[in-house]
Structures are given as structure tokens and as C-alpha cells.
């Protein structure tokens, strides 16, 4: 969905429940908007506009390189990996797909999505062998790309999306997956909840209590820890001190979702992800104007920095956060309070 996000700058502070912050250092700064990260050799590896990709060494910022996938000016806010290489597609379309090599950064175009309405929120592999990328429609339908055993195709399904229906390309985050189940969060007009099982390739859709009915509305984020509990977050971008019914979570897999923190938490919210180790009760998320952390499942919440301009995150390890966003890529390291 295109959205355009309000940018702004701001600093850090406060602490959260059980862990407090011990340090929020940015270890890279570019012309650039970054809305997908990976980690692999430890290294920060993120897509971005003007047709940007590259890493970061987290140990030795100074290490770094960039390269750029195409002459033309595209716009990336996906990205995904496997073992040997990584993948993103960019906005709009024609939607061009490319691998690039771990190693070398070598890079090629494996499959070009040519569709008026091509325009792809959120890249996700399942497993080595198979991934999905989520696009917006022109035919109301559920539109997927998949790769399986090496092969690119368009994932067929008879699921119709309601009129207002898309997703957004906040933060790659609107998919998540098991070794059983795969969700995929929708928003705008109609916010649901659709389950892949892998076993049948059947789709289940869920409804959601997530704010929804303006095409700026709706779940933004979504991360499981397993096959029953998850949450999803998100809000309105053109209210981001809006605060009711934007987090909720699920005991069954998806089924039925709970509001809350309704009223009592930052506000908009682009993405949210579980703390490894923490068995979901911890959880981080960050939205334009804050970062915040839960240590109850995300019953409730506290904001530990003001920072704004961050659109992702991702857990480094049970201690280490990296954020992305506007012109820079930081990392915050948490610690318990004394």
C-alpha cells in the first residue's frame, strides 16, 4: 500500500519494566529510507531507497559496503535470505525481483512482476527451499509470490480480499511463519488475519479487533512465537499518538485475537518482535515517534526511547536491538534494572 510516513528526530531515555537501556548508538547514516533489515555474519544487512543495498558490521561500523541493484531509482522495503544469498523486490511496479550473492554481492533478477498494481509489502522464506512475497491486488484477490525448489510462480488461492483491503510496507513485517503455519496481516478498510497450513496449503481468514475502516489503518506488524501465541500491531499513520485497540494477541494460532493496552500505550506502531530466549513474554516494537517494551506479552507497555524516524527492528541477540528508519541504522543494548 503507498503510505507515506511523517519523519522526524528526537532522543532516548526511560526505562522498561525489567530491562532498562543501557546505550542507543547509531552505526550508520546514509541518504536513505530503510524499511527491511536482516542479520547474517554479523552484520546488518538492509534494502532501501534509490535503489540501496548493503550491510553493516556490527562490531566494526567502519566495515561496510553498499551497492546499488539498479540504474534507475527503485524504492526496496522487503527483504530476504536463505543460505547463500539474499533477496528483495522492490515497490511499484514492474516489480523486479533480485538474488544477491552473500559473498560477493553479485546480483541478478530472478523474476519481474509486471502487473499494474504490483507493489510488495513483505518478503519471507518460510524455510531454504521455500518463501512468499506478499503484493497488493488488481482483481480484489490475495496475490503471493512464491518460490518453492527454486522455482518463482504466483501462489494459487480463491481468497478475495474486502473492498479497502491491502497491506503495508512498513517494516517486511506482515508476514510470519512456522514449520506448520504461515499469517499473513492485511489492513486498510478490512484488517484480518489469513493462515497458510502448510500441511493442505489451505487458507484460513480471521477477523481482527485491530483499528480498521480508513485506508490508513489496520495491523502493520505481525511476529509468533510458535503456533498459538502471536501478536500483531499497527494503528493509523496519520494519527500516530493514536493509541486504541492497535495491539493485540492470540492463544490459538491466530483465531481469536485480544485487544490490548487499548489507550495505554505510544500509539502507531510499524513493527513488533518477540525477545529470543523469552518464550513471548518479551516483546519490542518501534513506530515514528517511539520504541517501546513489553515484559508481560503484551498486556502492557512502556516506552524506553523518544527516538524518532525508526520504521524496523530486529533482535541481535536477548540484549541487542537494531532499529532502522530514516538516514541511519542504530543499535540499543538493554540490560536488566539494578
Not at 553479485?106 to 512468499?132: E, R
Not at 503471493?144 to 525448489?149: D, E, W
Not at 492485511?186 to 502448510?198: A, D, M, P
Request: net charge positive; hydrophobic share 40%; with cysteine.
Amino acid at each position: 500500500m503507498k503510505k507515506i510516513f511523517p519523519l522526524m528526530f528526537a532522543f532516548f531515555g526511560m526505562a522498561a519494566s525489567a530491562q532498562q537501556v543501557q546505550s542507543m548508538k547509531t552505526i550508520f547514516n546514509d541518504k536513505i529510507s530503510i524499511r527491511a533489515l536482516g542479520l547474517y555474519d554479523h552484520k546488518v544487512w538492509y534494502s532501501g531507497t534509490d535503489s540501496k543495498f548493503g550491510f553493516v558490521d556490527l562490531q566494526n561500523p567502519d566495515y561496510k559496503n553498499q551497492i546499488r541493484l539498479s540504474d534507475e531509482s527503485l524504492q526496496f522495503r522487503t527483504l530476504a535470505q536463505d543460505k547463500d544469498f539474499f533477496y528483495a523486490a522492490n515497490i511499484e511496479s514492474p516489480a523486479i525481483f533480485f538474488k544477491i550473492d552473500k559473498k560477493d554481492l553479485t546480483h541478478q533478477i530472478v523474476f519481474t512482476d509486471v502487473s499494474k498494481a504490483a507493489f510488495y509489502d513483505a518478503f519471507h522464506f518460510v524455510n531454504p527451499h521455500l518463501a512468499f512475497a506478499f503484493s497488493d491486488t488488481d482483481d480484489a484477490r490475495l496475490k503471493l509470490t512464491i518460490y518453492k525448489n527454486g522455482k518463482w510462480s504466483f501462489f494459487k488461492n480463491n481468497i478475495k480480499l474486502n473492498q479497502g483491503e491491502a497491506a503495508f510496507a512498513a517494516s517486511n513485517t506482515n508476514i510470519a511463519s512456522t514449520t506448520k503455519f504461515m499469517w499473513v496481516a492485511t489492513g486498510g478498510k478490512s484488517s484480518r488475519i489469513l493462515r497458510l497450513n502448510f500441511k493442505n496449503d489451505q487458507i484460513n481468514v480471521f477477523n481482527t479487533p485491530i483499528i480498521q475502516g480508513e485506508s490508513s489503518q489496520g495491523i502493520y506488524s505481525i511476529d509468533f512465537l510458535n503456533n498459538t501465541f502471536g501478536i500483531a500491531a499497527g494503528g493509523d499513520y496519520t494519527r500516530p499518538e493514536a493509541n486504541i485497540n492497535n495491539i493485540a494477541t492470540t492463544n490459538d494460532g491466530g483465531k481469536t485475537w485480544h485487544v490490548q493496552a487499548s489507550g495505554k500505550n505510544a500509539g502507531y506502531t510499524t513493527c513488533v518482535k518477540i525477545k529470543p530466549g523469552s518464550k513471548g513474554k518479551e516483546i519490542i516494537s518501534v513506530g515514528d515517534r517511539h520504541i517501546s517494551y513489553s515484559s508481560d506479552f503484551g498486556k502492557t507497555w512502556k516506552k524506553i526511547s523518544d527516538e524518532k524516524n525508526l520504521y524496523v527492528c530486529e533482535w541481535v541477540d536477548e540484549h541487542t536491538v537494531v532499529f532502522a528508519g530514516k538516514d541511519k541504522i542504530s543499535v540499543m543494548k538493554l540490560g536488566n534494572q539494578k
